[in-house]
Each structure stands twice: as structure tokens, then as C-alpha cells.
């Protein structure tokens, strides 16, 4: 299948500080991209979804202005967690679809663990 | 939107027994069906999946069934080995989205016992 890289793999940050992940679609092109967040032992939930070259449509709840997405090519989404803080800790995860007509196969990274102290 | 059950949240059986994972889903209109399995500090990876069209689908040890009337889709795995264990996660996904955004269930902690 399809490769779907994400980075970093773990990071720690310091309260107030902002971090960015990465998340690359290897071999394909991906016209979408989806971010999750997993809190131990819980199930992934959307936080938006990346659109090349527009905005990202945000799930309600989620602060645009706290997580910021971008989607500047066809391979490479990112999220920037911005002013971050002990809650914001958990495992983010990004997937992408290739884009093709009927094809909803989505491939995930191997996502990201945040740990903010 | 779209709603996903899944049950049961924790699964044990004997190593060569069998186990069934089970997910109702709330939008007529979904029409895709994966199922994923995540190991600890890892992304979930798909490991079967099923549209409308077909009422089962079957990759040597694992099999998908769909019931469209009662909305409703089951994974079964067979002759279950000790590597087997992980959290089975089911989705849906509806045209109504044009994103294919997937919905996820709550998770099903698989443990097979060698």
C-alpha cells in the first residue's frame, strides 16, 4: 500500500513553546489529508481536514488558531500545535487519501506522541 | 453525522480460537468500510476493508460481513495467534462527505492468549 511518513515520531516541548509535524505522502499524491488526535486508550478523533492549496476545515471544538494547517503541496501537510500546554499532550496522527475517483482507501503515518512539561 | 459503534471494548481468547468484532453504523448513505489494527505507540494500518456492493469479503485469516439493512459490519478473525493482539479499530465513511473523512469507532482491545 501506500506510504504515509510522519515527523517527527516523539517530541517534547516546553509550556508556551510551539511545535510542527510533519506528514508526508511518499509515493502518491495527496490532494487530502486528515489530522487525528488519540488520548491513551482512546479512539482517534478528527481534528481537521487539509486541503491542497485551501484551507482546512476545522471539526467543531478544535481552535483553528491553536492548531494551525497547512497543505502547500500535494505531498506534504503539516500542524503546528501553537502555545502549547500539558493538556495538549497526546498522540497525533495524520492520514491521507491518494485522491482517486472511488478510491477512499486512507493511509495513516506512524504518528506523533507530544509530550508538553 | 455520521455515528459509529463498536463492540466489545476488550477481547480475550485462546490462541487458535476465534474472534468477532462487531460496529454499527447510524448514515444509510455510508458506503465504505475499513477496519484497521494499531499496536502500541504506532499508526493504525489498514488491514481489511468493504464497500456496499459486497456483503463479504475474506483475506485468508480475516473476513468482513455487512448487513446495509441493519447497518451494521463484523470483523471475524480465525485461528488467532499471539500476534493478533492490538486495539481493532472499525470506520465508515459516507458519500455525503466529499472529503471521505472516516468516523471511527471506540476501539476493541483484541488479547490473544498463547
Known amino acids: 500500500g501506500a506510504v504515509v511518513s510522519q515527523h517527527p515520531s516523539w517530541v517534547i516541548c516546553k509550556s508556551g513553546t510551539s511545535v510542527k509535524i510533519e506528514c508526508r505522502s511518499l509515493d502518491f499524491q495527496a490532494t487530502t489529508m486528515f489530522w487525528y488526535r488519540q488520548f491513551p486508550k482512546q479512539s482517534l478523533m478528527l481534528m481537521a481536514t487539509?486541503?491542497?492549496?485551501?484551507?482546512?476545515?476545522?471539526e467543531q471544538g478544535v481552535e483553528k488558531d491553536k492548531f494551525l494547517i497547512n497543505h502547500a503541496s500535494l505531498t506534504l501537510s503539516t500542524l503546528t500545535v501553537t502555545s502549547a500546554h500539558p493538556e495538549d499532550s497526546s498522540f497525533y496522527i495524520c492520514?491521507?487519501?491518494?485522491?482517486?475517483?472511488?478510491?477512499?482507501?486512507?493511509?495513516f503515518g506512524q504518528g506523533t506522541r507530544l509530550t508538553v512539561v | 453525522g455520521e455515528n459509529v459503534e463498536q463492540h466489545p471494548s476488550t477481547l480475550s481468547v485462546q490462541e487458535g480460537d476465534s474472534a468477532v468484532i462487531k460496529c454499527t453504523y447510524s448514515d444509510s448513505a455510508s458506503n465504505y468500510f475499513p477496519w484497521y489494527k494499531q499496536e502500541l505507540g504506532k499508526g493504525p494500518q489498514l488491514i481489511i476493508d468493504i464497500r456496499s456492493n459486497v456483503g463479504e469479503k475474506k483475506d485468508q485469516r480475516i473476513a468482513v460481513t455487512l448487513n446495509k439493512t441493519a447497518k451494521h459490519f463484523s470483523l471475524h478473525i480465525t485461528e488467532t495467534q499471539p500476534e493478533d493482539s492490538a486495539v481493532y479499530f472499525c470506520?465508515?465513511?459516507?458519500?455525503?462527505?466529499?472529503?471521505?473523512?472516516?468516523?471511527f469507532g471506540s476501539g476493541t482491545r483484541l488479547l490473544v492468549r498463547p
Open positions: 470506520a465508515a465513511s459516507s458519500p455525503r462527505d466529499s472529503s471521505y473523512k472516516l468516523i
Open positions: 487539509s486541503n491542497e492549496g485551501s484551507k482546512a476545515t476545522y
Open positions: 492520514s491521507a487519501h491518494s485522491g482517486r475517483i472511488m478510491n477512499t482507501e486512507a493511509f
